[in-house]
Structures are given as C-alpha cells and as structure tokens.
C-alpha cells in the first residue's frame, strides 16, 4: 500500500523523469541491470526497513543542509520514499536538477581507499557510478596513479612489506642468544624485493578494478576535472551526474629550497633501483620514522633531521621520548632542531645536506617526508566554488558534502584524520548518507593508529595532555620493562605502556604502547576505549601470560595523579619501571 502511494504522489509531481534512481527499490525490483545478489539482499532490506518498516521517518533528513534546503511542501517530508530522499539531497538547493537526466547517479574522482569504498556502496545501494582514476605507475604525478591509491600502492601496503622485510636484520641479531649460529651475515637482495613487491601491487590493483566492476562500477582512465556542479571532463570527455565525489588524496609536499631537485619523496623511496647507503631523511612524522626504521634494518646508515626537539608532534610525550630513544639506540642518528637549507650534489654523485648547523656529506639519498599537499590543484574546483582550505584542503561539513551542494568529498583531501580506516569510514559515510537515506556522520573519537617504525607505536583515545586539557583530574598508569625476548637476545629493548584514566569516573580515556606489536595490541584496547570501558574493567580481566599486552590489564598503581585544583602532579612509585630482567 505504502508503494502504491508513494508512486502515485512521485509520479503526480515528477511526470516527466523516465529513468529515476529509486535506489533501493530499483535494485530490489531489478528495474535496473540485474544487481549482485549482495546488492539485492542489500536492497531488499533497505527496501523492506525504511518503506516499511518506518513509514513516518523524516526521510528527507539526507544531510543537514538538504534537510534545510528541501523545496517539497512539508507534508512530503512524512512519506516513505527513499526515492524522495535521493533527490531532495540531489537538488542542489535549488530544485533546478529534479527535472535533469544525468548520465549517472555518482561520479567520482580518484580511486583511492575512500573514492572505491563510496562508488561501491553506492552502487550497491542501487546507484549508477561512475569512477575515473590516473593510468598506474608506483610513483604519482598530476597525469599518474592507479586504482587502488596511496594505501595499496604508495602507502601503507608497500611500506608495512618493507617493515617486514627490514625487520629481519633485528631478528638475525636476536636469534644469536637463542642458540642460533651463521657461517656467514645474512645477504640482502634490494632487487628481489622490489620486483615482489611491484608484482603484488599489479595484483592488488587488479583486485580492485575487480571490485569495482562486481559492484557495477564504471571506471574510466584519465584524470578528472570538475566542469559545473553536475559536470566533470576526463581527457575532454564530459559525463554529467547528480553527485560528484571528490577524492583525490594527496601528494608529498617538497619544500622549494635550494637542490630539493635531488631529493627523493616517500613515492620514491618505495621503488628505488638500490638501496641507499646513507640516507637523510628530513621530517619527524610517522612516514619520516617509519622509513628509518626500514632503512636502518636494511642496514643503510640513516640520519634523521628534524625542526623540533622531538620527533612525533601530536603524540603522547612520554611516547615521543621513548621511541626517538629506542631507535637511536637500533642505530639511528637524530639531528634536532636542524633545518635543511639547501642540497648539494657533488662530482662523485653524492648528496650533502646543509642545515642551520652546517653541512652533512656522503649521503647517497636524502629524502624529504615534510607532509603531504590535498591534490586539489588543476581540478577545476574554481569553476564552480567549492570551498578550500589555506592548505587547500577541500572544506567539508559533518557528512563530507562541500559549499556546493551535489559536490562532496572524503578521505586525505579533505585532511581530516589521514588514514586509510578513516577514507573508507567516510566513503562508507557519504554512501549511506546519500544513496541509502541514512544520514551518517563519520565518528572521529576513539580511532586507534600505528607507527611502524622500529619498535612501533600503537595509539588511541588522548594523550595525556589532551587529557589533562579536557578532564583535568586524570590518574595516569605507565610501565616500562624489557620484554621477555630481551633476557636471552641482550638486545636493550624495552617496552613503553600507558594508560590514561578520568580520576572522576574512572573511564579509560587513552591507552599507548611503544614496543614489538603495538599496532596489533592496540586494536583490541580500541575496542575497549570506543566501548568507554572504565580502568575497573581492565583491572577485572585476566591477562595472557607471558605476553606484554598482559602489563594493560595489571597496571595497578597510578604512577602520577593530576589534579586540576590543587594544579598539582603527585608522583607514586607504582609500578613505573617493571624488569622482566
Ligand atoms: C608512505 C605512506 C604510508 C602510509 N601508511 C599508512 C598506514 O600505515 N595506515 C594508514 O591508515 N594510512 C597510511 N597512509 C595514509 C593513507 O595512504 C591515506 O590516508 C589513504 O590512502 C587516503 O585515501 P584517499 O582515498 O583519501 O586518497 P588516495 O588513496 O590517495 O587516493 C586518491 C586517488 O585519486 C587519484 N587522483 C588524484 N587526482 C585525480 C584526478 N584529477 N583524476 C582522477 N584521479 C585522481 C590518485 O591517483 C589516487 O589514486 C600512508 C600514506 C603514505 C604516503
């Protein structure tokens, strides 16, 4: 009944639409090209909930401006169309594209993890998508890239493979006090290992062109431009839709000094013909350190340069301390508060770096991991004012939709929380949002992160100064022990572990861990965080033993308390420095 009546009311008030994206109810009825079975169940289901189930829902409430920008009498806004919905969210605030054809539903820019996880869902949803994606190539530039983006080809897939294969070095070291013996130092083959890794990222491409095209998505190779608010121009070839979703991610940022010509970016460090022999490495972020790490364990000598004091900025400061110390003592050289000024490239090739506090010869590679830029130039976001950042950074509101209303975005180019986790959140999001009629914010509180460098870190909830900032009296628990492995390796590996409480109502506000495993550990305590569990809750489960992740749920003892009104910090002895040694 409630079927009837809706296409009854939409027909009466849009005669004149022959092929309408009734997302939901398309698929289901495969009014379309017959849609996977997954896209069906889907589609059914949503079909069945939101016409059904919940015929009274606001079903406009696509996102907070189509909310407030709805040109339909208020009556319409109580009936059970998703139908409704979509294009209420569609109009652009003006009504003018109810009465257009569009050649598809959603057109999005770059194939990176939150423009392939936005296109499939829409698709599966029952929208026509379609994506257009750079012609591949290990490294990106304006005219290069690949499906798939910087995470599987540029990012953390190919560099998490050269963490592994760097870490080697550091087990080789250790096996010696386990009984191992070699007639000989184990070899490196850089070659190998470039030629496997690019044949896995041929694989993974292919594996998510795969992806797209089982989800009905079309994809075009070339690069995107955007034309009017419904229109976008791929090498000259203009394709209107309703939606346009921009992401683009980033590129590396270079500072335009003196030489940089000769430095290499994270892109190029990832495909190398050899391996460096000594290698400056400019910046103290996540992807400078990882790449020490790597470097370091494949046996280059590397020097760190960085601006500040400490490595890591943003990062929980006890964290900060500890791993710079770790890895200095793995071999690592840190130049602090050192400023690159200029390169300099020599007769024999190689490379100095002049600093503010002199000059550094002999490297065989300096690189630069000063950030990242939002690729946001040349996209023709002038033509049609989407608003920007000064970074230039794509300005969003709370469901990733721009100063434009049919334009939005997600993932690194709107410079958010840049990680691969966080674009697919926002994808999925802005899917939802758009083509499923549940408006969906993404939720940024309690996202857990790694750093693979060497140990590696893993992060989530506040640090301890963001804690103390927002709840003032927190009791904070750390330890700091060598691990088990270190008695027999001799290795000075030690573990760093912290947990951060609110001292009124005992929730677990963030927990941080530097040590072997980190990353693997913390997503389960994210679990526990996002849950909102207290200090009680890990005080009551049992550990696993031997293992460290044990030392999360025994930390009994605060090591200091802060308190907001006394403005003081009362230091226990708990158990701050806990051997196994
Ligand atoms: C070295 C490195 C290591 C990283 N490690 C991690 C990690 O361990 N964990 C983690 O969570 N995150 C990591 N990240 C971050 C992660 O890669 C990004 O957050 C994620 O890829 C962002 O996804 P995205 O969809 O926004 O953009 P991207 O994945 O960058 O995709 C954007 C796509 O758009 C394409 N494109 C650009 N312009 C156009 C155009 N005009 N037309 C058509 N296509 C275009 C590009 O070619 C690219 O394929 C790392 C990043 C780097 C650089």
């Known amino acids: 009944m409630w ?23 398309a698929a289901a009825l495969s009014l379309r090209a017959p849609p996977p079975a997954l896209a069906s169940a889907i589609a059914l289901r949503t079909f069945s909930t939101t016409l059904l189930s919940t015929p009274l829902k606001p079903l406009f409430a696509s996102s907070s401006r189509a909310l407030r920008s709805t040109p339909f009498p208020p009556f319409l806004s109580l009936l059970p169309s998703r139908r409704l919905a979509v294009r209420a969210c569609a109009d652009g605030g003006n009504g003018a594209s109810f009465s257009r054809q569009f050649d598809f539903d959603l057109f999005t820019i770059g194939a990176g993890s939150g423009g392939v996880r936005a296109s499939r869902f829409a698709a599966t949803y029952g929208a026509k998508v379609a994506i257009c994606e750079l012609p591949f190539s290990t490294i990106s530039s304006e005219n290069a890239g690949g499906v798939g983006g910087t995470c599987v080809l540029r990012g953390c897939v190919p560099k998490k493979l050269f963490v592994y294969a760097s870490q080697y070095s550091h087990d080789f070291e250790e096996s010696h006090g386990f009984g191992w013996a070699y007639e000989s130092e184990p070899k490196h083959d850089w070659s190998t290992l470039i030629a496997n890794k690019n044949a896995e990222l041929q694989r993974l491409t292919g594996i998510y062109k795969n992806i797209l095209q089982n989800a009905g998505v079309t994809l075009i190779e070339g690069r995107g431009k955007i034309v009017d608010p419904h229109t976008v121009e791929v090498d000259g070839k203009l394709y209107t839709a309703r939606h346009i979703l921009i992401s683009v991610g980033g590129r590396p940022n270079l500072p335009e000094i003196p030489g940089i010509e000769y430095a290499i970016d994270s892109d190029a460090a990832l495909d190398l013909p050899s391996k460096p022999e000594k290698i400056a490495i400019v910046g103290g972020g996540y992807i400078a350190l990882e790449f020490a790490g790597i470097f370091n364990g494949l046996k280059s000598e590397v020097h760190v340069f960085i601006r500040q004091k400490k490595v890591l900025r943003g990062f929980d400061e006890e964290i900060r301390d500890f791993v710079s110390e770790q890895m200095s003592l793995r071999g690592i050289e840190f130049h602090v508060e050192e400023t690159p000024q200029a390169l300099v490239k020599s007769t024999d090739g190689l490379l100095s770096l002049r600093t503010n506090k002199g000059t550094i010869d002999g490297f065989s590679h300096i690189m630069f991991a000063t950030g990242r830029r939002p690729n946001t ?8 004012g989407v608003d920007l950042a000064e970074n230039g950074a794509i300005l969003v509101d709370e469901y990733s939709q721009t100063s434009v209303d049919s334009i939005w975005a997600v993932g690194d180019v709107t410079d958010r929380l840049n990680l691969t986790p966080v674009a697919l959140m926002e994808g999925g999001a802005f899917a939802k949002t758009v083509f499923l009629n549940e408006p969906t914010k993404p939720n940024f509180t309690a996202v857990p992160s790694a750093v693979f460098c060497q140990p590696p870190i893993g992060q989530v909830g506040l640090t301890e100064e963001q804690a103390i900032q927002e709840y003032g009296d927190v009791d904070i628990y750390t330890t700091n022990f060598r691990p088990l492995k270190a008695t027999l390796s001799g290795l000075p590996d030690r573990v760093f572990m912290k947990l951060i409480v609110c001292a009124n109502t005992n929730k677990v506000l963030g927990a941080h861990m530097c040590g072997d495993d980190a990353p693997e550990i913390i997503q389960g305590i994210g679990i526990a965080i996002k849950a909102g569990l207290t200090k009680w809750d890990f005080d009551s489960t049992v550990g696993i033993h031997p293992t460290s992740s044990e030392e999360f749920v025994t930390m009994r003892n605060p090591t200091r308390k802060i308190r907001k009104d006394s403005a003081s910090v009362v230091e226990m002895s708990g158990d701050k420095i806990k051997s196994a040694g």
């Open 377 to 384: 130039k040349n996209l023709g976001l002038e033509n049609v």
């Open 3 to 25: 079927i009837n009546l809706y296409t009854l009311i939409y027909d009466f008030f849009f005669p004149e639409e022959q092929e309408t994206p009734i997302y939901a109810m």
